[in-house]
């Protein structure tokens, strides 16, 4: 993975000095709250309900173990002792205090990590998929562009202050893991007559207004990554919304112009850059692809597996086709019923932390469902990975099951949330705590988020579930038929949201639609795509007043 | 009053800059004597006359008014001045890369409006070179830490016409 030469090390360790300065100026009350706000934000600092969370970036998903023992020295020394992964490939602290945080960027800055506009309205941490260099289907390593990029919008002086947050997605794969078809710039690598370049689509996202991007290029060269990237954060720069947060992001931008109208003023501005002296070199692309190597592999043939039940179980869910025969990919579940997805132990940091050492060449990667991965595992070492991973609560079989919920923070921790959405997350892992039904039920992804800020992804959550206010009450709306991958597409409301109370049976009631339609072999979106969402409408809300019925209830009350 | 920050030093403002009264139009307004900064409404309703009264001319653009629409014109200008709002609106960083870069502007480039401390570094990278800070901050630590946050950057920049990658050894 990257290692970090003299620059890198120096701007990180600037960067946590700015900062110090920047919070004794604050405290000194030299610096307002509000001139201060931008810049802790753009330090992954926010004032939370509860105390203030610190986002800490993990670049495009990877770890090494020197660096997830320093995240646990940080849970215990100034936090409660855990952390949470979030979905854009980070880590945040729920406790630390403002005056420790600058002490936390600088245990972090040792082993090259930072908190650097990991929020704010700027250029976000560049992210990608969690199986990048191993992955079977991978036809280019997106990594060391992943990292191109990072450098490039690190303290980018153009762009620092930008109508709203801006989030790039690079991926590389058959198969898009990276969500790029929702991100305010998404990059598929493409070869096309041997040359590598990228397909540019702009203006998706999430969120509020949730939108599907638009192909802006269909090939670009990789040398002209930057320059064409600049071209079109200059455009948005310049003319994007500044009147209104809610309509600041490029998507409405580019909904405003219009596709072609826009991609014209990007492909107008970047007549001007291309070919300039941001242009990509191959002495650069080299330097940079060197780092992300692949590890000593030793000589491997795919082997038979134990066949007990708990193990072959965990292995189906966990494990992920790797190029190197002999080896595989281990997700490690940080969905165990009962506990916020996500959520992670500094125990649990520094056994992964063993583990990948011992088993995985010291390096993990984190996944947008906030799973940890070991990438490079070899299958006769599979049986004694899983055992100790079982004993730190960590190899719940439930990767791309119901129970392996994408969740957000929510109303527990974060100031912008509608509804808590943890409490939802685990009283649907009770309610279909049976493995064997579990498995039954088969791959189905159920994300939920605290407000449409949507961080917990419910739009493309094959079953989405969204905290929403209702009159000052938690309440939740329910999506069908979203999901992520090449087809991404968003899930449409079934209808009226439920409470909380409510909510595993409404689940349980879906699935009951499913299991009793589904034809042999059909996964839940099958099923879902064949049969359309009346069926699961209809018993959702079956015997629950509502339209006419609930006016009368009301009028008869 | 705004502090002027130039050549490394807190300068002397010679500049007034012209402000519209309510009521008054760019059409009507009287001209003041002295160096002025005209904003750009009165600049295109006043060109013919501005030009022929006074041998120094500045000019004050706003976030939204474009500069391809005074490229031509930037050879009148001693002093550009680029206005933020509010420190978080963006807009003149992409004006002054363009410029500078595109328009090869090389009069004084000023930043006017809430112009604050933390944002020196980066509007000193795209082409200010000169700062009219926020009336009640420190300019002399603005002076001496403001503008050396970083000791080098990545990125192509006014100052910085090749990106790192390009300078290695
Ligand atoms: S989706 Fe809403 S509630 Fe959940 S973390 Fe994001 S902002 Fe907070």
Redesign the pocket.
């Known amino acids: 993975m990257y290692k970090y030469d003299a620059i890198d090390r120096q701007l990180v360790t600037e960067r946590v000095e700015q900062f110090r300065d920047q919070v004794s100026r604050w405290q000194s009350g030299e610096l307002t709250g509000d001139e201060f706000r931008p810049l802790r934000l753009q330090n992954g600092l926010y004032v939370q309900r509860h105390a203030p969370m610190l986002r800490v970036a993990v670049p495009y998903a990877m770890m090494n173990t020197a660096q997830l023992r320093k995240l646990a020295f940080v849970a215990r020394t100034y936090d409660k002792g855990y952390g949470h992964f979030t979905t854009r490939h980070n880590m945040q602290f729920n406790w630390p205090k403002i005056e420790d945080c600058p002490d936390i960027l600088a245990h972090l800055a040792e082993v090259e990590m930072h908190a650097i506009q990991t929020s704010g309205n700027c250029i976000r941490n560049v992210t990608t998929d969690q199986f990048a260099g191993v992955a079977a289907d991978e036809i280019i390593d997106p990594r060391p562009l992943a990292e191109i990029l990072r450098q490039w919008s690190t303290f980018h002086p153009e762009f620092a202050f930008l109508p709203r947050k801006f989030k790039i997605a690079i991926s590389g794969t058959k198969e898009d893991r990276a969500v790029t078809w929702f991100h305010d710039i998404g990059l598929q690598l493409q070869v096309l007559n041997g040359e590598i370049g990228f397909r540019v689509i702009v203006g998706g996202g999430l969120g509020r207004t949730p939108i599907r991007g638009q192909i802006v290029r269909e090939f670009l060269p990789w040398q002209h990554i930057l320059t064409y990237c600049e071209a079109i954060l200059r455009v948005y720069n310049r003319q994007g919304r500044r009147d209104n947060a809610y309509k600041a992001r490029i998507k409405i931008l580019v909904q405003a112009l219009g596709v072609e109208e826009f991609a014209k003023q990007v492909e107008a501005e970047w007549a001007h850059l291309k070919d300039g002296p941001a242009t990509l070199t191959q002495a650069e692309y080299d330097r940079i692809t060197a780092h992300f190597s692949a590890p000593a592999y030793e000589r491997a043939d795919d082997i038979e597996l134990p066949s007990e039940k708990a193990f072959a179980r965990w292995v189906h869910r966990s494990t992920h086709p790797h190029k190197v025969a002999g080896y595989t990919a281990v997700t490690l579940s940080l969905k165990q019923h009962g506990i916020a997805p996500g959520d992670i132990t500094a125990d649990q940091m520094d056994l992964v932390a063993d583990l990948a050492d011992r088993y995985s060449f010291g390096e993990l990667r984190i996944s947008h469902e906030q799973n940890i991965i070991l990438a490079d595992v070899k299958q006769s070492e599979l049986y004694a990975v899983w055992q100790a991973a079982k004993a730190g609560g960590l190899a719940t079989p439930n990767v791309g099951l119901l129970t392996g919920i994408i969740c957000?923070?929510?109303?527990d921790?974060?100031?912008?949330?509608?509804a808590k959405?943890i409490p939802i997350a685990n009283a649907i892992q009770a309610r279909f705590d049976n493995l064997d039904y579990l498995f039954d039920i088969g791959e189905i992804d159920l994300n939920i988020?605290?407000?449409?800020?949507?961080?917990?992804h419910h739009h493309v959550g094959h079953i989405g579930v969204l905290?929403v206010d209702k009159n000052d009450s938690e309440f939740y709306q329910v999506t069908l038929g979203g999901r992520q991958g090449n087809e991404a597409k968003l899930g449409k409301v079934i209808g009226p949201s439920f409470s909380a109370d409510e909510m595993p049976d409404v689940v349980e009631k879906i699935i009951k639609v499913y299991l009793e339609n589904r034809h042999p072999d059909e996964r839940f979106l099958d099923t879902f795509d064949r049969i359309g969402i009346d069926p699961f409408k209809n018993r959702a809300y079956e015997g629950r007043a509502h339209g006419k019925a609930k006016a009368a209830q009301k009028e008869a009350a | 009053m705004a502090q002027l920050i130039k050549n490394n030093a807190v300068a002397v403002d010679t500049w007034k800059t012209l402000e519209l009264a309510e009521g008054e139009t760019p059409e009507a307004v009287a001209l003041p004597e002295g160096d002025i900064i005209f904003p750009f409404a009165v600049w295109q309703a006043r060109k013919a006359e501005i030009i022929s009264r006074y041998k120094r001319i500045g000019l004050l653009l706003q976030p939204d008014e474009p500069v391809e629409e005074i490229a031509v014109d930037l050879d009148y200008f001693i002093v550009v001045a680029l206005n933020f709002p509010k420190f978080v609106d963006g807009r003149a960083y992409s004006s002054a890369s363009l410029l500078r870069q595109r328009y090869h502007y090389q009069g004084e480039l000023r930043a006017v409006g809430d112009v604050l401390h933390d944002q020196l570094f980066f509007m000193q990278r795209v082409g200010f070179d000169s700062y009219a800070l926020k009336d009640g901050k420190n300019a002399v630590y603005a002076l001496e830490a403001g503008f050396s946050s970083f000791s080098d950057s990545y990125q192509t920049s006014t100052s910085q016409a090749q990106p790192h990658f390009r300078r290695r050894a």
Request: with cysteine; glycine share 24%; net charge negative.
């Open positions: 957000c923070p929510g109303g921790f974060c100031d912008l949330a509608n959405s988020s605290g407000c449409m800020n949507a961080c917990g905290g």
